[in-house]
């Protein structure tokens, strides 16, 4: 397994984040991932960079969001603040003692917390966009995750491994080839001016016009699989049902409708966690309005495991944020809240671009 957490700690630093010598990278995670950490951690040395490592313990966040007061909540420490403005590098390991640890913390405080960090990821996101920081999300396989997948620790990593190409003896020519292959697909979607969706309980129309498509592959998240965009932001009309469990910290929400007019959403539902959607969408001004657009593309990732890293890029799904756009996309909605909802789309579902039909049953038509 050594060898494995190498390879995987070369790729974040090498390919995902492309780190350079002097280069200041903050490493975030939990103790969980301890092999992977090291591993990264010797990587960011070896570049002749400057590795700083934040480690979070199991019940931190509980604790933090039973306890805190409201001036808590809306409180975000200078150190904090310093990190986002000076560091060049993030790389943030996902290791989970428990994904449902904040499942019975009220929605408000989830919400008034998320409000208060806004700024610090629309720092991030802005500085992402002017080149001047790169960023990484990527997980190592805890019980948790197995759990929440439904799956044994065993078949989980093999899962993990094969959707990031760990399993090739050289996993970053395989993004790198994703990636040629998936610019052509972003640069057709650039001609968009207008999306239809189509489905179960779903005709949605929304313009991209004049947003950039971005194409995912291995930058940000890994692993990744997705061509996005942030649609404009009065433009969604219409109707979307959500057949995919959609997770955010922690709650689940599942059945979810929306209905949109001039962009926000005028109506949902769910047939679960209903309350929480509620709350979500109502958080502050922009968590009722669209994000992004995006369509899975990774073929080695087709079972919903609970975790929005890997779900999100499902081949043959679409997904939709509610919340803060990305401005490297050209999107102008701020938000406390960034939401991927996810759609299957293999079955009686269709997506036009400007009434020409272009995806059918979770794959592209273009040749």
């Given at each position: 397994?050594n060898?494995?957490?190498?390879?995987?700690?070369?790729?974040?630093?090498?390919?995902s984040?492309?780190?350079?010598?002097?280069?200041?990278?903050?490493?975030?995670?939990?103790?969980?991932?301890?092999?992977?950490i090291?591993?990264?951690?010797?990587?960011v040395?070896?570049?002749?960079?400057?590795?700083s490592l934040?480690?979070?313990?199991?019940?931190?966040?509980?604790i933090?969001?039973?306890?805190?007061?409201?001036?808590?909540?809306?409180?975000?420490?200078?150190?904090t603040?310093?990190?986002?403005?000076?560091?060049?590098?993030?790389?943030?390991?996902?290791?989970?003692?428990?994904?449902?640890?904040?499942?019975?913390i009220?929605?408000?405080?989830?919400?008034?917390?998320?409000?208060?960090?806004?700024?610090?990821?629309?720092?991030?996101?802005?500085?992402?966009?002017?080149?001047?920081?790169?960023?990484?999300?990527?997980?190592?396989?805890?019980?948790?995750l197995?759990?929440?997948?439904?799956m044994?620790?065993f078949?989980?990593?093999?899962?993990?491994?094969?959707?990031?190409?760990?399993?090739?003896?050289?996993?970053?020519?395989?993004?790198?080839?994703?990636?040629?292959?998936?610019?052509?697909?972003?640069?057709?979607?650039?001609?968009?001016?207008?999306?239809?969706?189509?489905?179960?309980?779903?005709?949605?129309?929304?313009?991209?016009?004049?947003?950039?498509?971005?194409?995912?592959?291995?930058?940000?998240?890994?692993?990744?699989?997705?061509?996005?965009?942030?649609?404009?932001?009065?433009?969604?009309?219409?109707?979307?049902?959500?057949?995919?469990?959609?997770?955010?910290?922690?709650?689940?929400?599942?059945?979810?409708y929306?209905?949109f007019?001039?962009?926000?959403?005028?109506?949902?539902?769910?047939?679960?966690?209903?309350?929480?959607?509620?709350?979500?969408?109502?958080?502050?001004?922009?968590?009722?309005?669209?994000?992004?657009?995006?369509?899975?593309?990774?073929?080695?990732?087709?079972?919903v495991?609970?975790?929005?890293?890997?779900?999100?890029?499902?081949?043959?799904?679409?997904?939709?944020?509610?919340?803060?756009?990305?401005?490297?996309?050209?999107?102008?909605?701020?938000?406390?809240?960034?939401?991927?909802?996810?759609?299957?789309?293999?079955?009686?579902?269709?997506v036009?671009?400007?009434?020409?039909?272009?995806?059918?049953?979770?794959k592209?038509?273009?040749?």
């Amino acid at each position: 397994m050594n060898n494995l957490w190498q390879k995987y700690a070369k790729v974040l630093v090498e390919y995902s984040t492309d780190v350079k010598k002097d280069d200041l990278v903050i490493i975030s995670s939990e103790i969980q991932a301890k092999p992977l950490i090291l591993a990264v951690y010797k990587e960011v040395l070896k570049k002749g960079a400057h590795p700083s490592l934040k480690l979070g313990m199991e019940g931190q966040k509980e604790i933090y969001f039973k306890t805190a007061t409201d001036e808590q909540l809306s409180f975000i420490d200078p150190f904090t603040e310093l990190e986002y403005e000076k560091a060049d590098k993030f790389i943030v390991i996902g290791a989970p003692y428990n994904t449902k640890n904040l499942a019975k913390i009220m929605p408000e405080r989830l919400a008034k917390r998320s409000a208060a960090t806004e700024k610090l990821s629309s720092k991030m996101l802005q500085r992402a966009a002017e080149g001047s920081l790169s960023w990484v999300i990527c997980d190592f396989p805890t019980n948790a995750l197995a759990q929440e997948a439904k799956m044994s620790i065993f078949d989980y990593e093999e899962f993990l491994l094969k959707a990031c190409y760990l399993h090739l003896d050289d996993p970053v020519a395989k993004w790198r080839e994703i990636g040629q292959n998936q610019q052509k697909l972003a640069d057709r979607l650039n001609h968009t001016k207008k999306l239809r969706i189509t489905g179960e309980k779903t005709d949605l129309t929304l313009s991209t016009e004049a947003r950039k498509w971005i194409n995912c592959c291995g930058g940000n998240n890994f692993p990744d699989g997705e061509v996005f965009t942030s649609p404009v932001e009065d433009s969604a009309e219409g109707e979307i049902y959500f057949d995919f469990p959609a997770i955010y910290r922690g709650n689940e929400s599942r059945g979810i409708y929306l209905k949109f007019e001039k962009g926000k959403v005028v109506c949902a539902t769910a047939e679960k966690g209903e309350e929480f959607l509620l709350k979500m969408i109502g958080m502050d001004e922009g968590s009722g309005f669209l994000g992004e657009v995006a369509f899975g593309t990774n073929e080695m990732i087709q079972e919903v495991t609970g975790n929005i890293l890997f779900d999100e890029k499902i081949g043959g799904s679409i997904h939709l944020a509610l919340g803060s756009s990305y401005p490297e996309t050209g999107g102008k909605n701020k938000s406390g809240l960034h939401w991927d909802i996810i759609k299957n789309m293999k079955e009686n579902s269709r997506v036009y671009a400007d009434d020409k039909l272009i995806y059918e049953n979770g794959k592209f038509l273009y040749q």
